[in-house]
């Protein structure tokens, strides 16, 4: 069964892996482009870049009302215990862990992590997944970094990135000239955008985007609305 990935709007994505589904980074309720309401979302394993509001929002409600494991760094898993989450997976970067489907990896991002209140929420993150015979690479919050050139490499089977998901909004990540240096890096098959259009600082034109990224010859590049599905091929 080929995995199918669903972008909710801003960073958020439903991943099902074919054994079950994968929720990265839940920001629905006050997130304004949001397809999805916060109590509609069902899962079986939630996966967090970072401690940021608008990639940690609605961690807690939906980790109560499913009972999904939260895969995040120590500090936020902490943080999360405090807030009566009870099914956590503390790691840290270079870390493995099993999801439904496959593996998820805790990788390197360039960025920062507190949570609201301003308190220290570790380092922030990206997840590549190996999941339902896919390779799928989410780079969270982050700037273009030399190490997507390592996390571009096949495995040791030969079988590269079928997608990277790559933020685009500028400002606070990479914006899409960098994404387009970063896409020379993983080689993906697929390319598709991620945390830009929600506020007014990280409005970005995709489609002109996704037109740089096939002129470039870097991979087939789709734009989503948010609720639409990409299913990889
Ligand atoms: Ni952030
Ligand atoms: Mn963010």
């Not at 006050?30 to 608008?54: G, K, N, W, Y």
Request: proline share 6%; with cysteine; net charge negative.
């Amino acid at each position: 069964m080929p995995v199918t990935l669903t972008w909710t709007g801003h960073a958020t994505w439903l991943i099902d892996t074919g054994a079950g589904t994968l929720l990265v980074d839940p920001f629905f309720d006050e997130c304004p482009t949001s397809s999805m309401r916060a109590q509609d979302v069902d899962c079986d394993a939630i996966l967090v870049t970072h401690a940021h509001f608008d990639h940690l929002a609605d961690a807690v409600a939906i980790a109560k009302r499913t009972g999904a494991s939260v895969l995040c760094n120590f500090e936020i898993a902490q943080w999360l215990g405090r807030h009566g989450v009870a099914k956590t997976l503390a790691m840290n970067i270079g870390g493995r862990a099993d999801v439904p489907g496959g593996h998820a990896k805790m990788e390197i991002a360039h960025h920062s992590s507190s949570f609201a209140d301003g308190t220290y929420g570790g380092n922030p993150a990206g997840w590549l997944l190996d999941v339902g015979g896919s390779r799928i690479y989410l780079a969270g919050d982050t700037s273009v970094f030399l190490d997507m050139e390592r996390i571009g490499r096949p495995d040791q089977s030969g079988h590269g990135l079928d997608v990277a998901i790559l933020p685009i909004g500028d400002l606070f990540t990479m914006g899409p000239a960098d994404s387009l240096e970063a896409l020379r890096m993983l080689k993906p098959k697929v390319a598709l955008p991620s945390h830009y259009d929600t506020w007014p600082p990280i409005a970005q034109d995709a489609t002109a985007w996704a037109g740089a990224v096939r002129a470039a010859g870097l991979a087939d590049a789709r734009v989503l609305r948010p609720g639409e599905s990409v299913v990889v091929p």
